[in-house]
């Protein structure tokens, strides 16, 4: 509830709020009218230019955080010394000697990793700025070196130029020379730097045969609605263990902060090279292509605004709400196209098909199926009621004085009766109720504390409803999720996912707690039956069954070692292990009556096989020397 409430450059907006703006928005009815009062309150009050901390380019950090990475690279934890750099590279000022000596020194650790690509691109990044002349010649022989393990000596044109800027350097011969066992060392640093059996790409899954009104769906599932469910998934036909329901990238994504120095801002893959915006410190990319795509999309107008309100306490809700306004109205170009679009939608009278598109498709790629889904505002606290506009306020104050989102800076007195300012403040507002109902957080994170590496908005994923026995997975390949089935499901059968408490892991009791963040009261089987956790789950071997039916379960659960719910090097390999896991699956289904503790280990196994698949997050954190 009080979410917003706890930041530490904020006592006058906690006095504001408890003196002034209860009393007023008690007399206030609808989002609206809250936002523009807020949004009067922090013009009046000058909100915005509260003295805050932006964190910005800064030399000597940078030489801080590269001075921990040369720390690391001497106890050998080079993972480490590689992210450490990534920082140093983040925060060195544009086109710096400091720039060029990060990237110079993380090269050092990607050789010694064995990532020799990566190694040559790091080092032409610091040829290429003012790196020191005193120091090239260590550049040009790891480069020669990393091209040489990589296959690439000889006639190939970057080895010969590099051999050449060796060879013209006044230098002493010994000097340039390299020592003969030097190639020799090369199958070692590879030998050392042999990563974890996880670090294999597995390809996002397919989908068999495409929805023809949601094309990020598979045909076995259609959105219905009813007044208990809202808008729902339905299977349109008999779905089969392991069938891909639904594949889909998310409308718009945001990495946590933490996790900018590891995996690209734009695609989210891990990146051992990343590259910096030239302005900020807040994201950093993979690619010139993915850091052009995101400057594109969204970043060159919350560039000059993100660190401003971070300053401000802003955190991962507030940012996406903002990125998502940005990409829906693209930088502000399309305010009018998108005010007509939106109010049709307001206006739209069916709440099944509310936000399709004019063709009568529900697509994951439109803001329109985002603004579709539910937000929950009835269902607000009275806090937040207060809070989340005035937030909202504070952003699009900042958005409208620090960038041209909205063709020019503008001055703070204007805003109050700037329409464009104030429709794009009502935008961040309902993304903002939105998110609190509708965020997934993707990828696994090293994190103890926090298992995501961000948040992201989804159009039909967003519209399963939960169940503490889901009859669905889902998993994240990248830059989308699929959802698999689990179970087989019956035609007509809703489908189910899980938002976090499994009645195998959890009582009902805190499971029920732990879902009124989504306003809603969970009736599904194992709450109306009030199933045990998984030490207590009976076994099918109590259960009234044939003594063939029993048989065959007594052997496949030996086969795959089921009772210790977890996979072994040596069952992970086995050729079709999947398919197997899916008979098992199918068989249990069939013949045990849930819920049966070895139906729940067999699933248990199921979704640990997705997750070693979903490999594209993995970074290895551990210097294992």
Not at 35 to 43: C, D, H, M, S, Y
Not at 165 to 190: A, C, F, G, T, Y
Not at 417 to 445: A, E, M, W, Y
Request: hydrophobic share 35%; with cysteine; glycine share 4%.
């Amino acid at each position: 509830m009080t979410e917003y409430l706890d930041f530490p450059k904020i006592n006058f907006i906690r006095e504001l709020i408890r003196d002034t703006l209860v009393s007023k928005f008690r007399m206030l009815k609808t989002e609206n009218e809250r936002f523009e009062v807020a949004l009067k309150t922090v013009i009046e009050h000058h909100i915005t230019v509260l003295d805050t901390t932006c964190q910005q380019k800064n030399l000597d950090h940078s030489i801080t955080l590269r001075n921990n990475g040369n720390e690391s690279f001497l106890s050998r934890q080079y993972y480490t010394a590689v992210k450490q750099y990534t920082e140093s590279i983040v925060c060195a000022p544009e086109s710096s000697e400091e720039l060029a000596i990060a990237y110079a020194n993380r090269s050092a650790a990607l050789f010694r990793l064995g990532k020799f690509t990566d190694c040559v691109e790091d080092i032409d990044r610091a040829l290429n700025l003012k790196y020191p002349d005193r120091l090239k010649i260590k550049l040009y022989k790891r480069k020669k070196l990393s091209l040489v393990a990589l296959g690439r000596s000889g006639r190939d044109t970057s080895f010969q130029e590099t051999v050449y800027s060796i060879e013209k350097m006044d230098l002493p011969k010994d000097e340039k020379d390299e020592p003969k066992n030097k190639l020799m060392q090369l199958s070692s640093v590879r030998l050392i730097s042999k990563s974890p059996a996880y670090a294999l790409q597995h390809l996002p899954p397919t989908i068999l045969a495409s929805n023809p009104t949601i094309p990020s769906a598979s045909d076995g599932v259609t959105i219905k609605y009813s007044k208990k469910f809202g808008r729902h998934l339905v299977a349109t036909r008999k779905i089969k263990p392991g069938e891909v329901l639904i594949l889909e990238k998310p409308y718009c994504s945001r990495l946590n902060l933490k996790n900018v120095y590891t995996h690209c801002s734009y695609c989210l893959q891990v990146s051992w090279t990343m590259i910096p915006c030239q302005y900020c410190i807040n994201v950093a990319y993979c690619s010139k292509k993915c850091k052009n795509k995101a400057w594109d999309d969204y970043h060159e107008v919350e560039c000059s605004v993100v660190g401003l309100l971070l300053g401000h306490g802003f955190n991962n809700i507030l940012w996406l709400s903002l990125r998502m306004a940005i990409t829906a109205t693209e930088k502000g170009t399309k305010l009018n196209a998108l005010k007509q679009e939106l109010k049709t939608i307001d206006d739209s009278t069916d709440p099944c098909t509310k936000g399709y598109g004019d063709d009568g498709k529900f697509y994951s790629d439109k803001y329109r199926s985002i603004y579709s889904l539910t937000d929950n505002i009835d269902k607000c606290s009275a806090v937040n009621l207060i809070v989340r506009p005035l937030w909202t306020a504070i952003t699009v104050c900042t958005l409208a004085t620090e960038s041209r989102m909205f063709g020019k800076k503008l001055s703070l007195h204007t805003l109050a009766k700037n329409q464009d300012v104030i429709f794009v403040g009502k935008l961040i507002l309902k993304n903002i109720h939105t998110l609190f109902s509708n965020r997934q957080s993707f990828g696994p994170s090293h994190d103890p504390e926090d298992q995501s590496l961000g948040d992201a908005v989804m159009a039909v994923s967003n519209l399963i409803n939960h169940s503490c026995d889901a009859n669905t997975i889902k998993q994240w390949y990248a830059d989308c999720m699929a959802v698999y089935a689990v179970y087989p499901i019956e035609q007509g059968e809703q489908i189910f996912d899980n938002y976090g408490p499994r009645f195998n892991v959890m009582e009902k009791s805190i499971r029920q707690r732990y879902l009124n963040r989504w306003h809603f009261n969970c009736d599904c089987l194992p709450c109306a039956n009030n199933w045990p956790t998984m030490h207590s789950l009976p076994s099918y071997r109590k259960q009234k069954m044939s003594e063939d039916s029993k048989k065959q379960l007594d052997q496949i659960i030996y086969k795959y070692k089921v009772c210790n719910a977890m996979f072994d090097d040596n069952i992970r390999y086995l050729p079709n292990i999947l398919n197997e896991l899916l008979k098992m699956i199918n068989l249990l289904f069939e013949n045990v009556q849930k819920p049966c503790i070895e139906l729940m280990m067999a699933i248990s196994m199921l979704k640990e096989y997705y997750e070693w698949s979903d490999v594209i997050f993995h970074y290895e954190p551990i210097d294992k020397f």
